[in-house]
C-alpha cells in the first residue's frame, strides 16, 4: 500500500461553493483534488503541482515540495483560502 505521504500542515481550498472549505492533508489527497474537483480555470501551476504529487507519491520529491506546488497551484486558480480567513467551522 503507497503512504499518502501527509503534509506538516494542511492547505486550504474553496471548491464548488463560496465558503465550502476542503482541508487537504496529504499528498495523495492534493493529487486526487487536482485530478478530480480543481476548479476548470487550471494553468501550468496545476499541471506541476499534479506532476509533482504524483512524483512525491512515488518517492521522487519530498512531501513540502507537494505542499508548494498545490499551494501555487490553488493561488492560480484562486481558490486557496488564506490562513486569516479560515474559519474552523466549515472546514470539511
Keep these: 500500500m503507497m503512504d499518502n505521504k501527509p503534509f506538516e ?15 487537504i492533508r ?13 476548479p476548470l480555470n487550471r494553468g501550468p501551476r496545476h499541471r506541476d503541482a499534479l506532476d ?7 518517492g521522487y520529491r519530498s512531501t ?3 505542499r508548494r506546488a498545490l499551494i501555487e497551484a ?8 488564506p490562513e486569516d480567513r479560515l474559519p ?3 472546514l470539511h
Design 9 to 23: 500542515t494542511p492547505v486550504v481550498v474553496e471548491l464548488g461553493h463560496v465558503g465550502k472549505y476542503r482541508q
Design 26 to 38: 496529504s499528498t495523495q489527497e492534493a493529487a486526487e483534488c487536482l485530478m478530480t474537483v480543481w
Design 64 to 66: 513540502a515540495d507537494a
Design 74 to 81: 490553488a493561488n492560480e486558480s484562486e481558490v486557496l483560502v
Design 52 to 58: 509533482t504529487c504524483l512524483k512525491v507519491l512515488e
Design 88 to 90: 474552523d467551522a466549515k
